[in-house]
């Protein structure tokens, strides 16, 4: 295989534009986007998030509406569905008797993305 220094290379910059940002500014930025699209897309599917805010950083896993199944196969479909035909990466998984979606939030995110999820979420329910 051939080594590509690349992340090597970026991530002095990347450090950088961190800190130019502020990296409380960025964490709670972060922070505050997925804790607001969490629930917003929580209540759109009806169910409920149980893990404390405390416990969240930027990344948290929400309930699926029930409809969409339960089982590791079907989660890939999703999966597969969303990547190839609306252009969304996102990891659902099955969970307790039903699937869920693990939903993260960067600097670069708005809440217009979380509602492209939903609304590709929607059309599949």
């Given at each position: 295989?051939?080594?590509?220094?690349?992340?090597?290379?970026?991530?002095?910059?990347?450090?950088?534009?961190?800190?130019?940002?502020?990296?409380?500014?960025?964490?709670?930025?972060?922070h505050a986007l997925?804790?607001?699209?969490?629930?917003?897309?929580?209540?759109?599917?009806?169910?409920?998030?149980?893990?404390?805010?405390?416990?969240?950083?930027?990344?948290?896993?929400?309930?699926?509406?029930?409809?969409?199944?339960?089982?590791?196969?079907?989660?890939?479909?999703?999966?597969?569905?969303?990547?190839?035909?609306?252009?969304?990466?996102?990891?659902?998984?099955?969970?307790?008797?039903?699937?869920?979606?693990?939903?993260?939030?960067?600097?670069?995110?708005?809440?217009?993305?979380?509602?492209?999820?939903?609304?590709?979420?929607?059309?599949?329910?």
């Open positions: 295989a051939t080594h590509d220094p690349t992340n090597a290379l970026a991530a002095p910059e990347g450090v950088a534009f961190l800190r130019d940002l502020g990296e409380q500014n960025v964490y709670g930025h972060n997925i804790w607001h699209a969490g629930h917003v897309l929580t209540k759109r599917w009806g169910g409920t998030i149980s893990t404390p805010e405390s416990w969240i950083g930027c990344m948290m896993a929400i309930p699926l509406p029930e409809s969409l199944g339960s089982t590791r196969p079907e989660a890939q479909k999703l999966r597969d569905a969303l990547l190839y035909e609306d252009h969304i990466e996102a990891a659902p998984f099955p969970h307790g008797g039903r699937l869920y979606i693990r939903i993260s939030a960067q600097i670069y995110n708005e809440m217009s993305d979380f509602e492209r999820l939903g609304a590709a979420i929607d059309a599949r329910v």
